[in-house]
Structure formats: C-alpha cells, structure tokens
Nanobody, 122 residues
Framework: QVQLVESGGGLVQPGGSLRLSCAASGFTLDDYAIVWFRQAPWKAREGVAC????????VYEDSVKGRFTISRDNAKNMVYLQMNALNPEDAAVYYC???????????????WGQGTQVTVSS
C-alpha cells in the first residue's frame, strides 16, 4: 500500500537548520510530484514546498523562499526538505504528501504520513 514516512524533525534554535526526509513506498515515486506541508496548532494547514516528478521544477510558499530547499532522489525513493534560518514561526508538524495523479505542482494532499515535529526555540 502507499506509504510516506517522514523523519528528521527535532528541536532547533532560531537560525538553525534541519533536513527532513520522506521515504516513499507502494507506488512509483518517479511518476508524481510531492509536496511538503505543515500544520501548527490553531493554524490552517500550509503548503511549504512542492517538487515535480523529475525534480526539474519546485515551488515554495513565500515565507520560506530562500531558506528552504526541496529535493528528491527517485533512485532511493526519497524526498527531502532542507530548512535553514529557522524561526519560531516555522514550528509545526511537517508532512510529505502526494495525490498520485499529477507529475507537476500543485498537488493534492491525498496521501501523507504521520508527520515529523519541528520545534524552533531557544
């Protein structure tokens, strides 16, 4: 069955960095765009970054542009989110998601994993 497993979250000080990973299984990752979204308490779900199936194009939410980088390694069935210059507003549970329909962004959030918690605090 379709599985997306996020990892790499943790506690980081403001200005710090984290690299999130998303392990995909149960489908052919090469065929689909993948999105990272986040959910913070009392806030709406927010798409952060999306990458096309080939990795040739990516789009970012305005608040993370220049700080976050999404990438993928289809040979390893992995998608990554490098997060730099983190601030407290970035704290949330981060999820990777796919709709298994589109190869280009944007994509729907039809399948996602358990998420990984990112906490930004001094």
């Amino acid at each position: 069955q379709v599985q997306l497993v996020e990892s790499g979250g943790g506690l980081v000080q403001p200005g710090g960095s984290l690299r999130l990973s998303c392990a995909a299984s149960g489908f052919t990752l090469d065929d689909y765009a993948i999105v990272w979204f986040r959910q913070a308490p009392w806030k709406a779900r927010e798409g952060v970054a999306c990458i096309s199936s080939t990795g040739g194009s990516a789009v970012y939410e305005d608040s993370v542009k220049g700080r976050f980088t999404i990438s993928r390694d289809n040979a390893k069935n992995m998608v990554y989110l490098q997060m730099n210059a983190l601030n407290p507003e970035d704290a949330a549970v981060y999820y990777c998601a796919a709709d298994l329909i589109r190869s280009n962004c944007p994509v729907g959030y039809d399948y996602w994993g358990q998420g990984t918690q990112v906490t930004v605090s001094s």
